[in-house]
């Protein structure tokens, strides 16, 4: 029988390594459907509710795996769908493949049902290649360069194939002119800087008295070697939120989560420092960096687009940040001085109490602080956690004590709602027998989130372990877009953009043969997790939590507190629940002891 395109695009798809694929079908997509029904499973197809979803997941799969990541979907609305979590990939560095099904070739330009221009809809978020093919021959280099490219710039790329070609004999390309002979491999290179550039590093490294370190996602792979230079240094290490497992939150002088979610410590750190070493990440908010012309600096990174943007650095450093560190670590000078170490050390401690009293603070009814604070010890090891954006990030950000060994992410550059389910889901098909949590708002749940449980039912019993959660935290409310319009805008609450209805979320898990646990009394928080980690099949987690709890930033600027104070005045419709929310955060802040 003769090989049609499709069946090509699945060999040699196969041929590079994917091993599964995260889509939706549809009639301009069927060609390449029938291919991988004829595989036999070489190929695992993962059906998503949505191509949005699967874009997701196939972002996710690369992040947890280290993998490609790649979605499909068909012409029209099916490929116009995967727009999101392919921009997703981009903004965080990912390895994503795309492929999307289009209308006839004898029908293209003709306003043909679903026909639209995908090369163009696809320029900018799959910028470094995107083709649409045109004959069979085409294919086998169209397949090289996407997989290539995607893997060796860390990028999304794109192939849109008509459906008429798909269903055609495949053809390999004539030895003549004109034509292309591409061929498979990719080993990602050892990136490293120059010895006089790792010199002048360790040298603003050395002459530096308090040394910050602010480490994201291109650090993952290198725990031990940040431990390393710490030490060394006598620094503190910051996370960026894409960073959060890079090196463990029991390590004394690790200050956690820096910016608008992060922590008082990362923000006292950077605000005294004298130098910055930033390894890996691309945290956007220059504003919790130290002030310009106050710190000397050094940074890390793969792509050297992303170097000095942040800050105005005295050296840039391209190279793996493993590799990097490694090299860097013998010319560095271990700090006689462990004062500014033990400094930090003293700020980290009294800041877990402090998150300790503000999640045990009273809520109306469950204070959201304390879902993450109870989950934290019981995390089991290997665990991998997903957050959603919104504010149950924040509590994921600060609360949530990662120990060596697991996993974490989110959306990360894009801050999209609706990833944490499809993320969980990839990571639970990337490592079936890891636990794994996603922590999802009820706004993100009600988006799209909820139909990605039907995927969880189809699926959870190919698993090796069981254990998948999601927990909602349930206020009624788009909870970090009013406290954003309370503080930033100093606008009071605007209900009929921000109050959502309630549903019962455990409810509908337990319609689709999931288990449905629901929590109201903050006293039997600790006793779900363990029923839920317990649990011989999936659990949808949901908590009454207390929309009026603040997710207070690390510093209070003087505008934010006139903003708030105005959007009070201004006449809040939960202004007695925000007032007494507020005050108790801060209070537990500085006050010892229960308060009520």
């Given amino acids: 029988m003769s090989q049609t395109v499709g069946d090509f695009v699945v060999s040699r798809l196969h041929a590079w390594g994917v091993r599964r694929i995260f889509g939706y079908p549809g009639d301009g997509i069927n060609g390449v459907f029938g291919a991988l029904n004829r595989a036999n499973g070489a190929i695992e197809f993962v059906q998503a509710r949505h191509e ?3 874009a997701f997941m196939a972002t996710a799969h690369a992040k947890f795996s280290g993998e490609l990541g790649v ?28 492929i999307a099904g289009q209308q006839a070739r004898d029908a293209l330009g003709g306003h043909y049902q679903q026909e639209l221009d995908l090369v163009s809809m696809f320029k900018d978020v799959a910028s470094d290649f995107v083709q649409q093919a045109s004959t069979p021959a085409q294919l086998r280099h169209l397949v090289d360069r996407a997989v290539r490219i995607a893997l060796g710039r860390k990028t999304v790329t794109a192939i849109v194939i008509p459906n008429d070609l798909q269903e055609m004999e495949y053809a390999e390309p004539r030895r003549k002119h004109g034509t292309v002979h591409s061929g498979l491999g990719y080993t990602p290179p050892k990136t490293i800087p120059y010895e006089a550039d790792l010199q002048r590093a360790a040298q603003v490294l050395n002459e530096g008295s308090k040394v910050a370190m602010l480490v994201g996602a291109g650090a993952l792979n290198a725990t031990d070697e940040i431990i390393s230079v710490a030490d060394r240094l006598g620094a503190g290490v910051a996370k960026a939120l894409l960073g959060k497992a890079s090196v463990p939150d029991d390590l004394p002088w690790v200050t956690g989560s820096i910016g608008l979610l992060g922590t008082k410590p990362s923000w006292e750190m950077m605000t005294h420092c004298d130098t910055l070493l930033m390894v890996g990440s691309a945290f956007p908010y220059s504003e919790f960096l130290p002030e310009e012309g106050k710190a000397r600096g050094v940074q890390i990174d793969l792509k050297p687009e992303m170097l000095s943007l ?3 650095m005295e050296v840039n450093l391209v190279g793996d940040a493993r590799e990097t560190l490694r090299l860097l670590l013998p010319k560095l000078k271990a700090k006689a001085d462990r004062s500014w170490r033990k400094t930090i050390e003293k700020n980290v401690d009294e800041w877990w109490k402090t998150l300790e009293r503000r999640a045990m603070e009273n809520g109306n009814p469950v204070n959201p602080q304390r879902v993450t604070w109870e989950l934290s010890p019981r995390l089991p090891d290997q665990a991998i956690v997903t957050s959603d954006s919104g504010s149950c990030a924040n509590w994921f950000a600060r609360d949530l004590k990662m120990r060596r060994g697991m996993m974490a992410s989110l959306s990360g550059g894009l801050a999209s709602m609706g990833a944490a389910v499809p993320y969980a889901i990839a990571a639970k098909f990337a490592h079936p027998g890891r636990p794994v949590i996603a922590l999802v708002g009820d706004g993100a749940m009600q988006m799209n989130n909820m139909a990605e449980l039907i995927t969880v039912a189809k699926y959870w019993r190919r698993w090796a372990d069981p254990r998948w959660i999601v927990c909602v935290f349930n206020n009624e409310d788009l909870n970090q877009v009013t406290w954003e319009q309370r503080v930033m805008e100093g606008d009071p609450k605007f209900e009929a953009s921000q109050q959502i209805p309630n549903v019962p979320y455990h409810r509908f898990a337990e319609l689709i043969g999931l288990e449905g646990i629901f929590v109201d009394d903050p006293a039997q928080m600790g006793k779900a997790w363990e029923r839920a980690l317990a649990a011989e099949r999936p659990v949808l987690l949901e908590i009454k939590t207390d929309p009026e709890v603040p997710p207070l930033s690390p510093h209070i600027t003087l505008e934010q507190a006139r903003h708030f104070t105005e959007a009070l005045v201004k006449g809040d419709p939960a202004e007695q629940s925000v007032i007494k929310g507020t005050a108790r955060q801060l209070l537990s802040a500085i006050l010892p002891g229960d308060k009520q």
């Fill in 71 to 98: 979605c499909i979907a068909t012409s029209g609305p099916g490929a116009s769908h995967l727009v999101t979590g392919l921009y997703d990939a981009k903004l965080d560095h990912m390895p994503v493949l795309a």
């Fill in 52 to 54: 949005e979803m699967a």
């Fill in 310 to 312: 942040r800050y105005p």
